[in-house]
């Protein structure tokens, strides 16, 4: 067996960026930036009210007040979107909406909360202002948020809705990023079927195909679905080989460890320059890696629960390094175990399916999904973290272990 830490250094090591490209904004979410992001534009591009209100000379509002009102004269209304065509002369006011520009004359805006309008607010009235306000008051400046010229956001920066959003705002319409690998995923067996209807004897759903593509399309990467093949080598071949040429990637599951003797293994010999490790980890062990025609080929094990350990351990960093992500694990965090996590001494790492919920402090807590068996991939599905076990007894209860996050952590009730 091999340490974790070296099984992943040799996926690393097969793992390189794309190349960089530009991709439409709307097709950027999750990627990261190649090169940094300058605007070519202000934001925002005029000086433009916060508030809905009146744009006023801010020296008209001197000594205003809810018991002495200053009194102005509404000159026009200007609306989000709608140039300003009327000037603030002394003792007038503009009605003015929330983004609208800022009409010339004008350097300041009461909220429309500290003024009324006399007889039903027709512009030919007047507008009682019961406030002072001085120069700028409510008011966005022109490059208040972002100067053109100014830089965006800096490579390596993993675009969120708030980025695109941001990027939007200052007109890019594509973005310089490292592109989402395409992941083919196949499965092989004559003992698989899809779908639904009676089961022949020796026959298994196929579980792991849909699951790894899942996972592959939730790291944020392309699946491809290559199929379901049967035990023939030439089939195999022929798949494996087209895969290779149209994916940045594959994942297959099954046929790797030590006893087995399958087609995968036969072919991925012949096709690739493939490493089959033994990683002293628990579940997970069996792990091949290796490239066909420089395409990574990841071959996890078949048992579903250790699929998907080994997609979160090996797959899923290596293809974020792959789109270039700076950062390529989960996050991990110290929890209190609730319910204990016993283990027994066989020199491995132990992963344990847990659920993870924050008490009323803030504190992690977690506690096992039940049977841990390779194979139970339904106690698996309630699990939203892996809690980490180095080799020895495990933790008691009310200990603290460290856990990688899978998914959202609730609230103990």
Known sequence: MIPLDEARQIVFAGCSRGHPRAVPLADALGLVTS??????EAVPPFDN???DGF???AADTAGASDDTPVRLTIAGTLAAGAAPDVVVGA???????TGAPMPPGADAVVMVERTSVEDGGTESQDVLVQIEVAPGTHVRRVGDDLAAGQQVFP?????TPAHLGVLASVGVRRVPVYPRPRVGVISTGDELVDGPGPLAPGQIRDSNRRMLLALVARADAEPVDLGRIADDEDAISEALTAGAASCDAIISSGGVSMGDFDFVKV???RLGDMTWMQVAIRPAKPLAFGTIGGTPVFGLPGNPVSSLVSFELFARPGLRK???HPGLDRLRLRAVADDGLARRHDGKTHLAR???AFDADGVVHVRTTGSQGSHQLAATAAANALAVLPDGDGVAVGGTVEIMVLGDLGTLT
Request: hydrophobic share 60%; charged share 20%.
């Open 49 to 51: 009210t916060a508030m």
């Open 155 to 159: 490579a390596d920066t993993t675009l």
């Open 91 to 97: 003792g007038q006011a503009v009605r003015i909406m």
């Open 354 to 356: 847990v659920v993870a």
């Open 267 to 269: 072919v991925l010999d």
């Open 35 to 40: 090169v940094d992001i300058h605007a070519d």
């Open 322 to 324: 792959m789109m270039g």
């Open 55 to 57: 744009a006023v000379r």
